[in-house]
């Protein structure tokens, strides 16, 4: 498939020997009007790939905080027809920022898969994350997605053992997402040693960039953890800011600044790193 702006974007990364920030939020959380303004503003924070959520009634790999956002995004109206309209309207002013969709498969499915790959090629996403999807549905949805040009992004977690890595490595394009924790988003903080081992192993049988998520919640960690590896994924400490900041669940004049704030601090964590 022809290089993705995920593919350039590591590849910038990897000449400078940088480490990646990855940021995900909930498209639609609190409200779209203040979603999109948090999406736009994360490149100028050091932001090198954003991750948009696709709120799903039953988000069985997220913890509550993500849980919950995506209740309010659901709850103001978001659809997966408005979560492509935001990709285009971000769009507008930036054509270089990398965006990933993660979710779940059922809502494509029933937005149809041809229509969705086909839309989601022309909003401008790069890249998708299903969580949902085992390699051995691949027919699926991942060769599809490849064809219309978009990376299939795998996780890979401690309990992907040597066996089944070839497996889950199979058609993984632009990044693998290593999960540094067994169980649900924001429940555990990770180990930074396992991590890196875990990392090495992986890249040990890939030329694929290796990012870290699931659990990292302070400049400090993401420090630690973008040491021994390509880049850090944060999700749900950026969801715990948006949440901290609403007013009985809408937004504030604080939230835009306070999420801004927060993401700049994980930026400085991940280039102290890469610095050092």
Do not use: W
């Amino acid at each position: 498939m022809m290089e993705t702006r995920i593919d350039r974007r590591f590849s910038v990364l990897k000449e400078a020997g940088q480490s990646a920030l990855v940021a995900y939020v909930v498209a639609g959380d609190p409200d779209p009007e203040t979603s999109l303004e948090i999406i736009r503003g994360l490149p100028g924070k050091g932001v090198d790939v954003i991750e948009l959520g696709m709120p799903f009634s039953d988000p069985m790999a997220d913890g509550p905080a993500i849980q919950m956002a995506g209740k309010r995004a659901l709850d103001a109206g978001q659809t997966l027809v408005k979560t492509l309209n935001m990709v285009r309207e971000f769009r507008k002013g930036d054509n270089e920022m990398p965006i990933v969709l993660m979710g779940y498969y059922n809502p494509i499915y029933i937005y149809g898969n041809d229509r969705f790959l086909g839309d989601a090629k022309e909003a401008g996403v790069d890249g998708l994350i299903i969580v949902d999807l085992p390699p051995e549905a691949d027919e699926e949805l991942c060769v599809p997605a490849m064809e219309h040009g978009l990376n299939f992004i795998r996780l890979a977690t401690p309990t992907t053992d040597s066996k089944r890595l070839p497996t889950v490595l199979n058609n993984t394009s632009g990044f693998v997402y290593y999960v540094s924790i067994t169980g649900i988003t924001g429940t555990a903080a990770p180990d930074p040693n396992k991590v890196a081992r875990a990392v090495s192993h992986i890249k040990n049988k890939t030329d694929l960039p290796v990012v870290v998520g699931f659990g990292v919640k302070t400049g400090e960690q993401a420090e630690t953890i973008a040491r021994g590896s390509d880049g850090v994924v944060v999700g749900t400490a950026i969801v715990s800011v948006i949440e901290a900041s609403l007013d009985n669940g809408k937004a504030t004049d604080d939230t835009i600044s306070a999420v801004h704030k927060f993401v700049s601090e994980l930026s400085v964590g991940v280039k102290r790193a890469t610095a050092s």
